[in-house]
């Protein structure tokens, strides 16, 4: 293992400390990694005239493996990249709930193990999702934990309507749906009463936001299903996407939204043998 790229969120890793003390284990076990920023920051922030940054773009193409430092936050917008690129991704814990973390930021001498292979690889579902408009695609991208479609204005309802394979599956009055895949099951999903699933499970997650109908439930269907979500023909606002927490894309009349299981799967490293089980009881327990 040579080319390994740490990528912590200036945000949460105060002074990049963390990372500091990574790159001092890495080192005694014989790698040189690269330090780079997994997204752009204010402007107004000072980056440590210490450390050197390389650019992600340049180093993500060879590396073999990314170490994220901060939340699921930084390891969901780190995983569309990686993925892209073939590189499997690493997360060390400084958040809050860290559920797809294999690390906390107390364990980094575990990151010695790398150095002489000892690790496995946890595959991960991602979603597809494309939006049509007529036969004009307005917006494409791939997902490892949900697509979110919501309502507007907090007091307005969303008139959504679901299908599966071109068949009606759910009438969804109320907040909005969540899309997930199994490893979105432990975050939006479950606070909105959908199930916790197996990341190791095939299976596409329909849940409901704050439905007005008591009889609207959480779907867990096939991941051959394709799923689409559009506005109801009685829906007189917009509605709005998110993939992944990111920045929403606003949904006229009439677009679709397309979503199916996606070719490409995440590749999450673990140092540990534990069961799921387990990362959800300490979890769940901590907080």
């Known amino acids: 293992m040579k080319n390994v790229v740490l990528a912590p ?28 920023l997994p997204f752009d920051v204010d402007r107004s922030y000072e980056l440590p005239r210490d450390l050197r940054f390389s650019r992600l773009d340049r180093e993500l193409p060879n590396a073999e493996m990314v170490i994220c430092f901060g939340g699921d936050g930084t390891i969901l917008h780190m995983a569309k990249a990686a993925t892209r690129k073939g590189v499997p991704i690493l997360g060390v814990n ?6 797809m973390a294999e690390l906390e930021s107390t364990e980094l001498d575990k990151l010695s193990k790398i150095a002489v292979g000892d690790y496995s690889f946890d595959n991960r579902m991602m979603l597809d999702i494309t939006v049509h408009r007529d036969r004009d695609i307005l ?5 490892l934990n949900d697509i979110v479609i919501t309502k507007g204005a907090v007091a307005r309802i969303v008139h959504l309507a679901v299908k599966c394979d071109g068949v009606q599956a759910m009438e969804c009055d109320g907040d909005g749906v969540i899309v ?6 432990t975050a939006y999903s479950l606070s909105a009463g959908g199930p916790i699933v197996e990341p190791e499970a095939k299976n596409i997650l329909i849940t409901p936001i704050c439905a007005h109908d008591v009889g609207s439930r959480c779907i867990v269907a096939s991941d051959k299903r394709v799923v689409t979500v559009e506005m109801s023909s009685n829906a007189r606002r917009n509605a709005f996407l998110s993939v992944d927490g990111g920045k929403a894309f606003r949904l ?13 799967e995440t590749r999450l490293v673990r140092l540990k043998d534990r069961s799921f089980y387990d990362v959800v009881n300490s979890k769940f327990r901590k907080n």
């Open 9 to 36: 969120n200036p945000y949460r890793d105060k002074n990049f400390q963390t990372a500091r003390d990574a790159i001092l284990v890495l080192k005694d076990a014989g790698i040189q990694p690269k330090l780079c």
């Open 94 to 99: 400084i958040g809050t709930m860290g559920f």
């Open 139 to 143: 917006f494409h991208d791939i997902c």
């Open 180 to 185: 997930s895949t199994p490893t979105g099951s």
């Open 252 to 264: 006229n009349m009439g677009d679709v939204a397309t979503i199916k299981k996606s070719q490409l």
